[in-house]
Antibody
């Protein structure tokens, strides 16, 4: 079955680093770009960044070098790390898939992240 | 960055009616606009891409139109399962950007 599933910590303290795992099933990470999108009360849906099928990455400059995306193709997993978290980073974080046309044809259900002390 | 302005923010309609949701880009995005449906507890669902191309599985009562800066999602003969949140997204250039959403409620 083709699907994505995010797993995250739920609660993160301000200034700490967020780590989220996206587990992929039913397709190969070598075929698609894998994206991270978040949805916050303040800014709505925002594109965070992606990892290409070849493994290189691109990020939204709005996040000022805070995110980092990696993957483990042997485990069919993609990872998002974001450092220096602030309360306004509270929201739902999604992994999603794009093909060559940059629309998201498959989403995970999302994982809620709360940044609070 | 391309700013996406979506309207209306809220929309109430009855089953069987037709509704339209608009999305305006701050500059031309050619035909490259996608529409998504969001429901609680479910993964976001791609409905339409490239302005008017229905994703596999999207019912034919959904249609998309527009090019350049102005786009419309039309839902004809509303079904109960159509109520929820709808978002547009430009897929012409990075950074990819989204509209602020339209909440479609049952009247």
């Amino acid at each position: 079955q083709v699907q994505l599933k995010e797993t995250g910590p739920g609660l993160v303290q301000p200034t700490q680093t967020l780590s989220i795992t996206c587990t992929v099933s039913g397709f190969s990470l070598a075929t698609y770009y894998m994206q991270w999108v978040r949805q916050t009360p303040g800014k709505g849906l925002e594109w965070v960044g992606f990892i290409r099928s070849g493994g290189s990455t691109e990020y939204n400059s709005e996040f000022k070098s805070r995110p980092s995306i990696n993957r483990d193709t042997s485990k069919n997993q993609v990872f998002l790390k974001m450092n220096s978290l602030k309360t306004e980073d509270t929201g739902v974080y999604y992994c999603a898939r794009t093909n060559g046309y940059w629309y998201f044809d498959l989403w995970g259900p999302g994982t809620m992240v709360t940044v609070s002390s | 960055d391309v700013q996406m302005t979506q309207s209306p923010s809220n929309l109430a309609a009855s089953p069987g009616e037709s509704v339209s949701i608009n999305c305006k880009a701050s500059k031309s995005i050619n035909k490259y606009l996608a529409w998504y449906q969001q429901k609680p507890g479910k993964a976001n669902k791609l409905l339409i891409y490239s302005g008017s191309t229905l994703q596999s599985g999207t019912p034919s009562r959904f249609s998309g139109s527009g090019s350049g800066t102005d786009f419309t999602l039309t839902i004809r003969n509303l079904e109960p399962e159509d109520f929820g949140l709808y978002y547009c997204q430009q897929h012409n250039e990075y950074p990819l950007t989204f509209g602020s959403g339209t909440k479609l409620e049952i009247k």
